[in-house]
T-cell receptor, first 113, second 114 residues
């Protein structure tokens, strides 16, 4: 069975600082990987996805993620965080034929002025 | 149009009430999903519809009854709910080509059961 681990429950960074959110997955074949962001009381917005090809993926809002098969990781990065990036971030993995996504437990990002 | 809409935004109901949540998308997606999300937790899958047919029911209690009247609409009928059913209910849609695709989420309905 597939699983996703987000080791950091809560991260605090200062505005303008760089950001890295960690995601580790467990899946036997090539995974389909996603990062979603959720502002309080809102739905989830897709930031980026990895299906195959280039392991460095660019997303919206200046985010990028790197797929590292050897480490079973798909970490999310942003070089300079803005106050509006404060939100909950979810990593998710999907299997090839199923339509289901397995979500990590989420990382709450706080941005200090 | 890349939007999934959900109504109502907020819903308060008693344990004996019957209510419905509605979801609509016009992206031509043929897979639609209902999720339940409790505070500080990830979304939990409830149901998946593929081409208007129920394909996945994650052992959801029968007091939740999904319906997919057409390819653009998804309903969730609620009856005799319990206070622990209070949560954010999210609808999502995706293309359905026999493999996983990115899911587009609506803003959710905040449900409170008294």
């Amino acid at each position: 069975a597939q699983s996703v681990t987000q080791p950091d429950i809560h991260i605090t960074v200062s505005e303008g600082a760089s950001l890295e959110l960690r995601c580790n997955y467990s899946y036997g074949a090539t995974p389909y990987l996603f990062w979603y962001v959720q502002s309080p009381g809102q739905g989830l917005q897709l930031l980026l996805k990895y299906f195959s090809g280039d392991t460095l993926v660019q997303g919206i809002k200046g985010f990028e993620a790197e797929f590292k098969r050897s480490q079973s990781s798909f970490n999310l990065r942003k070089p300079s965080v803005h106050w509006s990036d404060a939100a909950e971030y979810f990593c998710a993995v999907g299997s090839g034929s199923a339509r289901q996504l397995t979500f990590g437990s989420g990382t709450q990002l706080t941005v200090l002025p | 149009d890349t939007e999934v809409t959900q109504t109502p935004k907020h819903l308060v109901m008693g344990m004996t009430n019957k209510k419905s949540l509605k979801c609509e998308q016009h992206m031509g997606h043929r897979a639609m999903y209902w999720y339940k999300q409790k505070a500080k937790k990830p979304p939990e899958l409830m149901f998946v519809y593929s081409y208007e047919k129920l394909s996945i029911n994650e052992s959801v209690p029968s007091r939740f009854s999904p319906e997919c009247p057409n390819s653009s609409l998804l309903n969730l009928h609620l009856h005799a709910l319990q206070p622990e059913d209070s949560a954010l209910y999210l609808c999502a849609s995706s293309q359905d080509h026999g493999r996983v695709n990115e899911q587009f989420f609506g803003p959710g309905t905040r449900l409170t059961v008294l």
